[in-house]
């Protein structure tokens, strides 16, 4: 067994020599490198942002075909710390749901920049921990057959395992580091060959290169004209955390040591296979949770006095079905037309009765068809309209923006300080929540935003705050008419059904879909350089509308396998 004083020993041999990681400037990525979204130049953040008018660059200028984004440097999200960990260990016990949040306020996905003193504490507990699991399966993740030396088996371990715990192979400094940690195990610290083995895994899960996105090591960097391009290690853990949010798989590992990895038909090829693996199922749910937050339905406060049904498992209903739903349209067409209209479900009893379908009963996951009356794609789902809801009904402006700026990729000015805010329901006696909303709007300092998201929450006043179907609004009838500009027109809707309609339909939703891919992927905002990348995202996408297709363009675009010089620089 070990003791804290193996923890100290891992901190001298690993920590001494690695120094500082980033730099000043957003999470990250270096102060300066970036310069703003294609169509909206000037308004990024060190190349990061959390702008969303690049969408106009698209298709309409073709950009620089040898041009690419930053490459920010960021440590594994909570996602992939655990989906890594089960894989390189088979530990399942989700260490990272502990460690500070992993939300970054200047963007919408989730990405971790530099370690904070926090950070570093739970990371060293959830390392030891995971070092006494290591200990307990040593004669399995690092056998030593009979009439081998056991320091040679531990030669080979920190070999076999570094690789694929730093998805790369270990420099030789980094590899003899790790040798005279194994020794002090064996000699100081008088541990057997598994509790040796164990502070091995400690030592790597703490170290920068195991933390952190930067799968070069010592190798010096490809320059490319202007450009680096990414080595075969790189790729194969970028395309593996896009794909898989987790560590790559044998045969990226293979591909890349056979230097297989390096151009656009090979990382095509490899998305395609990873396409297929159900894992890729799951980043496409994650996606569509982080795209419109509804991740955060457990999180969104309601009135019990109003919706006293709104407990725990009906939260978990709402995030279940969703993943469901998104899941089905993976396995079938994988269009968003099909993600924005498809009226197919899995229903447990609790948000069986939120969409009122009947013969549901307790938790088990039942198929059944919504009413296409009242449901149409993903912005009708419970989860979405709980999320935008207010806590005590509908709420047209959260509505309203979450499809301005998620779904049209629309930047909204600051707001004024002077904006009234809209009168409460107690307050506007006979008043629908639509004409309380529509009185504020007049408000001139008020127009300029809630003139554009209003309108388009208004579609969803069909809606309450949890996403049950009304037609009746504080004894007034629900108005959920509108219009919307889209591809150059403006187009009226009814209610939110033809919303999603209209969206399904457009050319400027399906590019903003792509942009948000991209953003998805690379875990930043673009900038000018990228905007040839985002011409063929859009344009391979546009081939098909098919999700997987995008991914794969995604995962074949020069920002994907090149980073600007300078961006994420070299562990020392």
């Not at 500082?20 to 970036?34: L, T």
Request: glycine share 10%.
């Amino acid at each position: 067994m070990r003791s804290n004083a193996g923890t100290s020993a891992v901190a001298v041999l690993l920590v001494v020599g690695v120094g500082c990681i980033g730099s000043i400037g957003a999470p990250g990525v270096p102060a300066g490198s970036g310069n703003g979204p294609p169509g909206n130049s000037g308004s990024g953040n060190n190349g990061v942002g959390n702008g969303g008018g690049g969408v106009g660059g698209i298709g309409t200028t073709p950009g620089d075909p040898n041009a690419a984004g930053p490459m920010p440097l960021l440590r594994l999200t909570h996602s992939e710390y655990n989906n890594t960990v089960r894989d390189l260990l088979g530990d399942t016990s989700n260490p990272a749901n502990a460690f500070p949040l992993d939300r970054d306020p200047e963007f919408l996905y989730r990405r971790v920049g530099l370690a904070s003193l926090q950070d570093v504490d739970t990371m060293k507990d959830a390392a030891k921990a995971l070092g006494k699991v290591a200990e307990t399966k040593a004669t399995t993740l690092a056998p030593c057959p009979s009439g081998m030396a056991e320091d040679a088996c531990a030669r080979a371990f920190i070999t076999s395992f570094g690789l694929r715990a730093y998805r790369r192979p270990l420099a030789t400094d980094e590899s003899d580091r790790l040798v005279a940690l194994y020794s002090v195990g064996r000699t100081m610290l008088t541990l057997n060959y598994a509790g040796a083995i164990g502070l091995l895994v400690e030592g790597m899960l703490q170290s920068p290169a195991f933390l952190y996105h930067w799968e070069l090591g010592n190798n010096l960097p490809t320059v490319e004209g202007s450009v680096i391009k990414l080595g075969p290690y790189e790729n194969a853990s970028r395309l593996s955390y896009f794909m898989y949010s987790s560590m790559p798989d044998q045969a990226l590992f293979d591909a890349a040591a056979a230097n297989k990895l390096g151009t656009q038909a090979e990382l095509e090829a490899q998305a395609r296979r990873m396409l297929a693996d159900p894992k890729s199922a799951e980043t496409v749910s994650r996606f569509a949770e982080e795209w419109l937050n509804l991740d955060q339905v457990a999180e969104r406060p309601k009135d019990p006095a109003v919706y006293p049904e709104f407990v725990d498992g009906l939260k978990a209903a709402m995030s279940a079905e969703t993943r469901a739903f998104v899941n089905s349209v993976m396995k079938g067409d994988q269009r968003l037309s099909s993600l924005l209209t498809a009226n197919n479900a899995t229903v447990t009893q609790p948000v069986a009765a939120i969409y009122g379908v009947s013969g549901v009963s307790g938790t088990a996951a039942t198929a059944a068809m919504l009413n296409p009356a009242q449901r149409s794609g993903l912005l009708t789902r419970a989860s979405f309209l709980t999320v935008t809801g207010a806590t005590d009904g509908s709420n047209p402006v959260k509505r309203g923006r979450r499809i301005y700026e998620r779904l049209l990729c629309n930047e909204l000015p600051p707001p004024p300080n002077d904006v009234p805010t809209v009168a409460s329901a107690t307050d506007s006696a006979g008043k629908t929540t639509r004409q309380r909303f529509e009185d504020h709007d007049r408000n001139k300092c008020a127009i300029a935003c809630h003139g554009v998201m209003d309108k388009l929450g208004y579609a969803f006043e069909n809606y309450d705050g949890i996403g049950r179907f009304r037609t009746m609004d504080n004894g007034g009838n629900v108005d959920a008419s509108g219009s919307v500009d889209l591809d150059g027109a403006t187009v009226a809707f009814g209610n939110a059904l033809d919303l999603s309609k209209a969206l399904a339909g457009s050319r400027n939703a399906a590019n903003c879909f792509a942009t948000q891919w991209f953003r998805f992927a690379v875990k930043r905002t673009e900038i000018d350089a990228d905007l040839a990348s985002l011409n063929a995202i859009a344009g391979a996408f546009s081939k098909a509308n098919s999700i997987g297709d995008l991914m794969v363009g995604v995962a074949a675009s020069r920002s994907f396998r090149y980073r600007t010089p300078g961006t994420g620089e070299m562990l020392k």
